[in-house]
């Protein structure tokens, strides 16, 4: 059974930074695509950032520039640094662990119990 784990959570003014922890544990990390989501009252859970096995990253276009994700596979963990911090970043922010074969068909897909972020103005 993989877990997730994520931290880094909390109440920032507007404009500061947080950074975001993700611990996994039960499964061969350096394998799993990663991604932070979020979903802020009334919303739809959005994709945030995503991080491949091999590194590559995307963002979604509301944070590029002021996010950036990376993955220590040696800890197991993923972390998404977030700066210049808006009201609207304000959501339950979820880890995501993707496994997919060599045909890109989803083999596992595992969550987080998410992590509040608030950004007061």
């Known amino acids: 059974q993989v877990q997730l784990v994520e931290s880094g959570g909390g109440l920032v003014q507007a404009g500061g930074s947080l950074r975001l922890s993700c611990a996994a544990s039960?499964?061969?990390?350096?394998?799993?695509?990663m991604g932070w989501y979020r979903q802020a009252p009334g919303k739809q859970r959005e994709l945030v950032a995503h991080?491949?096995?091999?590194?590559?990253?995307n963002y979604a276009d509301s944070v590029k520039g002021r996010f950036t994700i990376s993955r220590d596979n040696a800890k197991n963990t993923v972390y998404l640094q977030m700066n210049s911090l808006k009201p609207e970043d304000t959501a339950v922010y979820y880890c995501?662990?993707?496994?997919?074969?060599?045909?890109?068909?989803?083999?596992?897909?595992?969550w987080g119990q998410g992590t509040q972020v608030t950004v007061s103005s």
């Open positions: 995501n662990a993707k496994l997919l074969d060599d045909d890109a068909v989803l083999r596992a897909n595992y």
């Open positions: 039960g499964t061969i990390f350096s394998i799993y695509a």
């Open positions: 991080i491949t096995s091999g590194g590559s990253t």
